[in-house]
């Protein structure tokens, strides 16, 4: 059954066309995230996680990705992953740390006011 999030991305589409348009999707990562899928493989790790930015229809989102990797064989494997859009919680991240460095600064200016 499609997530909320697949249908933001994909609309009504079934696994198949999912899994197609997903191959088309604008990764800004797709080198690193594609190597550290591969270091999973070579060196029998049970899965990874990791995040980074796709681009679909002109907007950005972050998504955290996480699979689990069984071995079927030489060179052979069965990957299970789950993709979530994490992009709300690294906007929260960002104003945090734009609001902290905000405070900084206050307080080294606040020898001034004094």
């Known amino acids: 059954m499609p997530t909320e999030f697949s249908r933001k991305l994909f609309g009504d ?3 198949e066309e999912i899994v197609r348009q997903w ?3 604008k990764v800004l990562e797709r080198e690193e995230i594609d190597r550290r899928a ?3 493989l070579i060196k029998g790790l049970p899965g990874y996680e990791q995040e980074y930015r ?3 229809s002109g ?3 972050w998504v955290q990705e996480k699979v689990t990797i069984t071995t079927l064989g030489p060179d052979s494997f069965w990957l299970v992953g789950f993709v979530a859009d994490v ?3 690294r906007a929260a991240e960002l104003a945090h740390r734009a ?3 905000h405070l ?3 307080i080294g200016h606040a020898n001034c006011l004094l």
């Open 13 to 15: 589409c079934t696994p």
């Open 23 to 25: 191959l088309q999707i």
């Open 104 to 106: 900084k600064q206050m």
């Open 87 to 89: 992009s709300g919680l």
């Open 59 to 61: 907007r950005t989102y």
């Open 99 to 101: 609001s902290e460095e």
């Open 54 to 56: 796709i681009v679909r």
């Open 38 to 40: 591969r270091e999973a």
